[in-house]
């Protein structure tokens, strides 16, 4: 874990592309960081694809982990289709709970983008890992799919304080570590629903952030102002660049006044203070070319000095948004990868 960037200088310089990330990207014709064909053609291409990962994810299965799906009653119109990730060792060892929010901007995506993370946590971990689905934006705008995931936290503390056995494993235990998670829009929703969760029972442990938003760009607290630098730096940043953030961002909006932004500017820090500061500790994974780089640096920073919230955080320099998703393959994916295993075991308790 490497010191994170504090001044001006060191976070602009997480910002300059890794050479290898760099020839991947050109060997795959320099796509560009926009939406392509815009967002709702983009959700129907999105979601052609999900047979096929099925299928590859199915067939990529390891043969000590066992994943079934369920689907649980939101309201009256809905249920969140959820992949249960376990081992399928059974075993009267204790298992963490891990819930994992997928990304898409809150308007594409659906739960088995999260599978290949879930799978190494429960190898490592042996952890339970929950991944919801969620209604999507424009369509359902905010605050829908954080009230979603938040009604899917619910009926799983109820399910595991019951201990009645049905979509958890028995040895499944909160006590052991209850945790959200995601990457991107999965990040914000699971922050959201922290927030949301404080009086829980049985409550949260830990949250597991990457590639979040959590700052309305124009009411970053003045005290941060001067740090607040990717969205110009990282505007033309390859898979994520600042015009399709603002897209998804107008769109997850909708009519609202302003957009649901954990973090907004005030004269004093009491504010931010008082609704952050019982939050569970915090992982943190940062892209040096995301334009939503400093949204995670400036959040950490509030949680960590100004709130007393424990915190972790570590920062890939030179590459951008969920650069993990599009090339798995580059060496520091794979770091990412191991890091985010750590990350999961330090919010566990791990040394």
Not at 44 to 51: A, G, M
Not at 136 to 154: H, I, K, R
Not at 178 to 199: E, K, P, T, W
């Amino acid at each position: 874990m490497d010191q994170p960037p504090w001044t001006v200088e060191q976070i602009l310089a997480t910002g300059i592309m890794d050479p290898e990330f760099e020839a991947a990207w050109k060997a795959n014709g320099s796509p560009p960081g926009h939406i392509p064909g815009g967002i709702p053609t983009f959700q129907k291409t999105v979601q052609e694809t999900l047979p096929d990962a099925q299928q590859m994810l199915a067939a990529s299965r390891p043969t000590n982990i066992v994943e079934r799906e369920y689907h649980i009653p939101i309201d009256d119109t809905f249920s969140s289709r959820i992949a249960v990730c376990q081992s399928a060792i059974s075993s009267t060892t204790p298992s963490p709970i891990v819930i994992l929010v997928h990304g898409g901007g809150h308007c594409v995506g659906y739960p088995e983008l999260e599978l290949a993370t879930a799978r190494e946590l429960v190898l490592a971990h042996n952890a339970t890992c929950i991944l919801p689905s969620y209604r999507l934006a424009p369509e359902y705008p905010f605050p829908t799919d954080v009230n979603d995931v938040f009604a899917v936290v619910q009926y799983i503390a109820r399910k595991a304080a019951e201990k009645d056995g049905g979509i958890l494993p028995a040895n499944a235990d909160p006590k052991k570590g209850f945790i959200i998670g995601g990457l991107s829009a999965g990040a914000a929703i699971s922050n959201m629903v922290a927030q949301l969760a404080r009086d829980l029972q049985p409550p949260l442990t830990g949250q597991f952030l990457a590639c979040g938003v959590y700052i309305d760009p124009g009411r970053v607290p003045d005290r941060y102002k001067e740090l607040y630098l990717s969205m110009e730096q990282n505007k033309f940043a390859p898979i994520l660049d600042t015009e399709a953030l603002n897209q998804y961002m107008s769109a997850y909006k909708g009519d609202k006044p302003s957009p649901p932004f954990s973090i907004s500017q005030q004269p004093h820090s009491d504010a931010i203070t008082s609704r952050h500061k019982l939050l569970p500790p915090v992982y943190f994974q940062v892209a040096g070319m995301d334009p939503a780089r400093d949204d995670s640096l400036i959040y950490e920073r509030i949680l960590r000095e100004e709130c007393g919230v424990p915190t972790r955080i570590d920062v890939y320099r030179g590459v951008p948004h969920g650069f993990w998703t599009m090339y798995p393959e580059l060496a520091v994916s794979q770091r990412r990868m191991r890091d985010a295993v750590d990350g999961v075991g330090w919010l566990l308790g791990d040394k």
